[in-house]
């Protein structure tokens, strides 16, 4: 009777083991983007669509479980989340924060075997943090004259990036300009060509102002 349960187990045992799926995994065949590529974000944000992609085998079925590495290969931006193994239909980056500095972005998608896929986006200027003075000398002048010199100053974001088209209202305090509000240019610079002095000696004051940066130049 032993011998015969023991009999009954080893069929078993190669019953089990004949019915066991010896396929081999699915081998990655292409890697394509399926969403995201080419955003533009304010420098320093996150973009506002995680890129997406998928790994397809030799059949073109998506694959789920694929090694992936993802890293920021271009632009100092930031990567958090990002996957180790492809989920499917679509394997999302993370969140792709892109650098502090205005331009060009790039992620880089591996997969052992393959060539690696390239995301790119473009970071641009955020919103006026600073208003930056380029005319530094001290400003003077007679009373109901206009000062001698222009002035300049530079409107960026948070990170020094210059801001183009952005409005700047100009206004002066015991004086008068014939420049009431300026737009700057494609670096985010602006200039005051003409600042007439007031009626009473002492200080005059030209203040700049962009979003909610502001910065005042004095004249005595």
Same mark, same amino acid.
């Given at each position: 009777?032993?011998?015969?349960?023991?009999?009954?187990? $080893?069929?078993?045992?190669?019953?089990?083991?004949?019915?066991?799926?010896?396929?081999?995994?699915?081998?990655?065949?292409?890697?394509?983007?399926?969403? *995201? /590529?080419?955003?533009?974000?304010?420098? *320093?944000?996150?973009?506002?669509?995680?890129?997406?992609?998928?790994?397809? /085998?030799? #059949?073109? !079925?998506? $694959?789920?479980?694929?090694?992936?590495?993802?890293?920021?290969?271009?632009?100092?931006? =930031?990567?958090?989340?990002?996957?180790? @193994?492809?989920?499917?239909?679509?394997?999302?980056?993370?969140?792709?924060?892109?650098?502090? #500095?205005?331009?060009?972005? !790039?992620?880089? =998608?591996?997969?052992?075997?393959?060539?690696?896929?390239?995301?790119?986006?473009?970071?641009?200027?955020?919103?006026?943090? @600073?208003? $930056?003075?380029?005319?530094?000398?001290?400003?003077?002048? #007679?009373?109901?004259?206009?000062?001698?010199?222009?002035?300049?100053?530079?409107?960026?974001?948070?990170?020094?990036?210059?801001?183009?088209?952005?409005?700047?209202?100009?206004?002066?305090? *015991?004086?008068?300009?014939?420049?009431?509000?300026?737009?700057?240019?494609?670096?985010?610079?602006?200039? =005051?060509? #003409?600042?007439?002095?007031?009626?009473?000696?002492?200080?005059?004051?030209?203040?700049?102002?962009?979003?909610?940066?502001?910065?005042?130049?004095?004249?005595?």
């Amino acid at each position: 009777m032993q011998s015969c349960r023991a009999l009954f187990a $080893i069929l078993v045992l190669a019953l089990v083991a004949a019915c066991r799926d010896t396929t081999a995994p699915p081998k990655p065949a292409s890697i394509k983007l399926v969403a *995201g /590529d080419g955003q533009t974000a304010a420098a *320093g944000k996150a973009l506002p669509t995680p890129p997406t992609f998928v790994v397809y /085998d030799d #059949r073109g !079925q998506a $694959i789920t479980g694929a090694a992936v590495t993802v890293s920021v290969t271009g632009g100092n931006g =930031i990567l958090s989340g990002a996957p180790n @193994k492809t989920n499917g239909a679509a394997t999302s980056v993370g969140t792709w924060s892109l650098g502090p #500095r205005a331009g060009p972005n !790039q992620l880089t =998608i591996s997969v052992p075997g393959l060539p690696s896929l390239l995301v790119t986006a473009t970071a641009i200027a955020g919103a006026a943090a @600073k208003i $930056i003075p380029s005319t530094t000398t001290p400003v003077s002048g #007679r009373v109901t004259e206009p000062i001698a010199a222009s002035l300049s100053a530079q409107v960026t974001d948070a990170f020094g990036n210059g801001i183009a088209s952005t409005p700047v209202t100009v206004t002066v305090t *015991g004086g008068t300009t014939e420049q009431p509000t300026l737009t700057t240019d494609a670096d985010g610079n602006v200039t =005051i060509e #003409r600042w007439i002095l007031g009626t009473v000696a002492g200080q005059s004051v030209l203040t700049l102002t962009a979003g909610g940066a502001t910065v005042s130049f004095i004249a005595n």
